[in-house]
């Protein structure tokens, strides 16, 4: 099985400022897991030790260790995890704003493996599928796009370099309700259709419990909370006890 695993990790930035503490999770294989937890609980933290951009944040990892398919990453660096399969769509949508949606596409391909001309149009097709929208504004400026279209374009970045793993970071964040339902209702298909596994980190508890079978809580940099979608209480219990209400 390729679970992405996190065991017993603990994370500093800098000199002493403890984010995670001995934290245990398994994203299982072809699933759509969630964390979540309020503002500063660690979430992102996780994502960041995972595909190992950490260490540009002056993060690192103190005790425990990530594992890919059995695999150790803690020492690899970002680009070797990327071409391993590990896709990190972060807060704050990082696309080319000056680039069109094709060529942000384009560029996101060459984290993969070299593909041919045929290769590229034909995963670009498969994203637009996926993102009608930008299909349709394939040749438009991405800076232009609205703030779904981006986190969308964000998305698709990462899905061009055809991971086995996708890690995204706040993909709801100062969107319309209707929006970022439409997105995770997305990514629901794409888990579906392809077993792409995917973790999210998401504050809107409804959203996670809707679409991820597994749900993680962080409170404080620890494991407050685990269990699957149907077991793991309701969303006024989760957004009451951990995310300071609803
Ligand atoms: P948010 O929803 O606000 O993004 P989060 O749950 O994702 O929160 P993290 O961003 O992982 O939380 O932050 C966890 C803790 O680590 C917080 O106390 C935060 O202030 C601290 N932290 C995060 N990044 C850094 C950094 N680059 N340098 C120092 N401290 C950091």
């Not at 803690?74 to 680039?99: F, K, T």
């Not at 800076?143 to 370099?161: C, D, K, T, V």
């Not at 494991?223 to 609803?246: H, K, M």
Request: aromatic share 6%.
């Amino acid at each position: 099985m390729t679970d992405l695993t996190v065991e017993n990790l603990s994370v500093v930035y800098g000199q002493a400022i403890a984010a995670l503490d001995d934290v245990t999770m398994t994203v299982s294989e072809g699933r759509m897991t969630a964390l979540m937890g309020a503002n500063g609980a660690g979430k992102s933290t996780v994502l960041k030790a995972i595909s190992g951009v950490l260490e540009f944040e002056r993060g690192r990892i103190s005790t425990g260790r990530v594992t890919f398919g059995g695999q150790q990453l803690n020492d690899i660096p970002v680009h070797r995890r990327s071409r391993m399969g590990v896709a990190h769509v972060r807060e704050g949508r990082h696309i080319l704003s000056n680039m069109t949606v094709e060529e942000n596409l384009d560029v996101a391909g060459f984290a993969a493996p070299p593909r041919s001309k045929a290769e590229t149009a034909r995963i670009a097709d498969r994203i637009y599928g996926y993102f009608p929208v930008l299909g349709e504004r394939r040749r438009g400026t991405a800076g232009y796009l609205s703030g779904g279209e981006q986190q969308m374009l964000a998305i698709g970045r990462a899905i061009a370099a055809e991971p086995r793993v996708m890690l995204v970071d706040e993909a709801s964040l100062g969107l319309a309700p209707m929006i970022a339902e439409q997105i995770f209702e997305i990514l629901g298909r794409i888990n579906a259709d392809t077993g792409l596994t995917i973790l999210i980190v998401e504050q809107n508890v409804g959203l996670a419990l809707r679409y991820a079978e597994y749900v993680y809580v962080l409170e404080n940099g620890r494991v407050a909370l685990e269990g699957t979608r149907d077991t793991i209480g309701t969303r006024e219990e989760i957004s009451a006890r951990y995310l300071g209400g609803d």
